[in-house]
């Protein structure tokens, strides 16, 4: 799996967009792009993955470059429950399991 | 529906003591994987699990560790002669498969285990 980089913080003011940044610049063709995130003391949930087209859900969208070397994660209304680890992965979906989950962004939002 | 879940939530052992985590994957999942986190770290690969397939274990960190799934259902994650270093949090997730397409995984809530 292609490794990601991620900052590993980051402040938003609560009602503002969030926009949590990942760099994958060593993404193969056929290599999705996930977003994950993790609350304090609980298991990650997932969020949203693409593959080349920007996708949008009821928790967030997600915009991936041209060239997919990187890719945002925008949560548009950010609420103080969405602080928590955001975590960008890469990997094939016929390659299940070894998921590397690096240290992820810590997204703290504030009142 | 319900959701993956694990048991126990917390554990604290004596060093040098073994100890078994279970999970339960969501029902109809085929795909189930074993993580540990460390404080403060990202997820670390352990093992995963797929129908009768061989697992994949690369990821385990020494023979004093293994696990055991029972069909598509309940694994178990064995440590033997548990260290300090490996108190931490190990999350199982599970995920659907459809003709070789690996879906998003579901974690559960983690069993925190303290060696003392």
């Known amino acids: 799996d292609a490794k990601t980089t991620q900052p590993p913080s980051m402040d938003c003011a609560e009602g503002r967009a969030a926009n949590l940044p990942c760099n994958h610049s060593?993404?193969?063709?056929?290599?999705?792009v996930y977003w994950y995130r993790q609350i304090h003391s609980q298991g990650p949930q997932y969020i949203i993955h693409g593959l080349k087209n920007n996708e949008t859900n009821e928790m967030a969208s997600l915009i991936i470059t041209e060239d997919r070397k990187s890719s945002t994660l925008i949560l548009p209304h950010a609420t103080l429950r969405d602080t928590a680890v955001y975590y960008c992965i890469v990997r094939a979906n016929t390659n299940a399991g070894k998921s590397t989950f690096g240290d992820g962004t810590t997204l703290t939002v504030k009142p | 529906g319900a959701g993956v879940s694990q048991s126990p939530s917390n554990k604290v052992t004596e060093k040098g003591k073994d100890v078994e985590l279970r999970c339960d994957p969501i029902?109809?999942?085929?795909?189930l994987y074993w993580y540990r986190q460390r404080l403060g770290q990202g997820l670390e690969f352990l093992i995963y699990f797929q129908g009768n397939s061989a697992p994949d274990k690369s990821g385990l960190p020494s023979d004093r560790f293994s696990a055991e799934r029972t069909g598509e259902s309940v694994s178990t994650l064995t440590i033997q002669r548990t260290q300090q270093e490996d108190s931490a949090v190990y999350l199982c997730?599970?995920?659907?498969?459809?003709?070789?397409?690996?879906?998003?995984?579901?974690f559960g809530p983690g069993t925190r285990l303290t060696v003392t």
């Open positions: 997730a599970s995920s659907a498969i459809q003709r070789a397409h690996y879906y998003e995984q579901y």
């Open positions: 029902s109809g999942h085929t795909a």
């Open positions: 060593t993404i193969s063709g056929n290599e999705y």
